[in-house]
C-alpha cells in the first residue's frame, strides 16, 4: 500500500514556516509516495498552493488526517488537534515535550506514533536531518538584524568628514550554531566580536570566524557537544567574567540552551545595569527562560537604559530559507522510514529509537509533571475531548 504523507496548515499563532516546500516534491515522488497537501500550507512562507507539483490538496485538516498514514508538522499538534489524528499515525516534527508535556501525554494515549526532531541524536548520520543545527543558524543570523535594528548607532566603523566613528562591540554568549552564526553576521556587518562559551572547543571555531574568544578556566564539554552543569564555584566565576564583558558591550546576543530543560541564567541585573544606556540585548533562550533574568518572552523590556529583547521562534520570521532548510531535514528523516512506498519502522536503527516520542501507548521520553496534569489529562479524555 503506497504511504500517504500529509502536510497540515498549522495553526500555532506567528507560526510561518511549512514542512514541505515546492522544489522537493518531486523527491518525494521517487520514493513512491503520495503527498497530501492542506490548502493553504504554505502561504505564509510564501509557496502559494500554485507553485506546488505532485500533490493533491485537502480542504482542511480533519480531511487530510483521514487519508494521511504520516504527517509531516513544524509545530506539535494542540490537543483538539490531536483529536482529529487516527490511532496509529505516525507524526514527524518539533514536539518539545519539555515545554508542551500535555500533548505529549494526548498523543501516547491516542495511540499515535510520534517523532521529535529535536530529540535525533547527536550522530554523524543523523547530521542531515538535524533540524535544530538548520533552524539554529538561521536564528543567529536574524538575531544579529534585530539588534543592528534597535541599537540607535552604527555597528561598522565609518570615517567621514565629521570624524571617525568606532565600530560597535558586539558580545555573543554561547559558541554553538546560533552562536557562530551570530559571530559570522556580526562580523560582516563590521563589529568587535566577542564570544563565550565553556566550551573549550569552540575557542577555534570563533577565532576561525574573526571574533575573540572569553574564556573561562574550566573545561565544560558534556557529551554530545553540549556544556555540562556548572558547580556553584564555577558558576561564580562564570558571573564575574561575564559581568565585566557584557558592561563593555553595546549589543549582546545571547543564545545558551541546553535541551530539554531551562535556559542557563547567565546575564543579571548587575550586569545589565552596568551597560551603556542604548545598549541591546537579544535573548535568543526567551522561549525556555532566558539567558538574562529580566527576559520577558516576546517583549521588549526596557531597564536602565538597556533594551532586553526576548524574540520567540526567531526561524519563523525568515519563513522562506528556515522552510527550506527544514522541510529538507524532514525528507531526509522520511528516507529512512519509507521503502519502496512502504513505512518501514526499524526499531534498531539509533536514529528511530532515538527520536521517538510515543508509540505503542508509551512515552519514550521522561517528562516532569506533576500528578495533577496526569489526572487532567485523564479526566479530559474522558470527557471525549481527546478520544
Not at 518531486?26 to 507539483?53: I, N, Q, T
Not at 490538496?57 to 509531516?72: G, I, K
Not at 522552510?323 to 524532514?330: D, F, G, K, P
Amino acid at each position: 500500500m503506497t504511504v500517504r504523507i500529509g502536510i497540515p496548515k498549522g495553526s500555532t499563532p506567528g507560526e510561518n514556516r511549512v514542512a514541505l516546500v515546492p522544489g522537493i516534491t518531486g523527491k518525494y515522488k521517487k520514493l513512491g509516495v503520495e503527498l497530501l497537501l492542506e490548502h493553504g500550507a504554505g502561504a505564509a512562507a510564501s509557496f502559494p498552493d500554485e507553485l506546488y507539483e505532485d500533490v493533491t490538496f485537502c480542504r482542511n485538516l480533519a480531511e487530510l488526517s483521514e487519508q494521511a498514514q504520516v504527517m509531516l508538522s513544524v509545530q506539535p499538534p494542540n490537543l483538539d488537534e490531536v483529536e482529529l489524528l487516527h490511532s496509529e499515525q505516525v507524526i514527524l516534527g518539533y514536539m518539545y515535550p519539555h515545554r508542551r508535556p500535555e500533548v505529549a501525554l494526548a498523543l501516547r494515549d491516542r495511540n499515535l506514533t510520534s517523532f521529535a526532531m529535536e530529540l535525533l541524536p547527536r550522530i554523524t548520520r543523523a547530521q542531515s536531518m538535524d533540524a535544530l543545527t538548520s533552524q539554529a543558524a538561521v536564528a543567529g543570523y536574524k538575531a544579529v538584524l534585530m539588534a543592528a535594528n534597535m541599537i540607535g548607532r552604527f555597528l561598522p566603523m565609518l570615517t567621514t568628514p565629521a570624524g571617525t566613528i568606532r565600530p560597535a562591540k558586539v558580545l555573543v554568549i554561547g559558541a554553538g550554531v546560533a552562536g557562530l552564526q551570530a559571530i559570522a553576521t556580526a562580523k560582516r556587518l563590521g563589529a568587535i566580536v566577542e564570544a563565550y562559551d565553556v566550551r573549550r572547543a569552540t575557542r577555534e571555531q570563533v577565532q576561525s570566524l574573526g571574533g575573540r574568544f572569553v574564556a573561562l578556566e574550566v573545561d565544560a564539554e558534556a557529551e554530545g557537544g553540549y556544556a555540562r552543569q556548572l558547580t556553584p564555584e564555577e558558576e561564580e566565576q562564570e558571573r564575574a567574567l561575564l559581568a565585566d564583558h557584557i558592561a563593555q558591550a553595546e549589543v549582546v546576543i545571547s543564545t545558551a540552551a541546553i535541551p530539554g530543560r531551562d535556559a542557563p541564567k547567565l546575564i543579571f541585573q548587575d550586569a545589565v545595569e552596568r551597560m551603556r544606556p542604548g545598549s541591546v540585548i537579544v535573548d535568543l533562550a526567551a522561549a525556555t527562560g532566558g539567558n538574562c533574568v529580566l527576559t520577558v518572552a516576546g517583549e521588549d523590556v526596557i531597564h536602565k537604559g538597556v533594551h532586553i529583547y526576548g524574540p520567540e521562534n526567531v526561524p519563523s520570521q525568515l519563513p522562506v530559507d528556515a522552510s527550506e532548510l527544514y522541510a529538507r531535514n524532514l525528507l531526509n528523516f522520511v528516507q529512512l522510514i519509507v521503502k519502496d512506498g512502504e513505512l518501514v519502522l526499524d526499531w534498531e536503527d539509533p536514529i528511530i529509537s532515538g527520536s521517538v516520542l510515543t508509540h505503542n501507548r508509551e512515552l519514550h521520553y521522561e517528562l516532569s509533571i506533576p500528578s495533577t496534569m496526569e489526572a487532567a489529562l485523564a479526566q479530559t479524555l474522558k470527557q471525549g475531548v481527546v478520544k
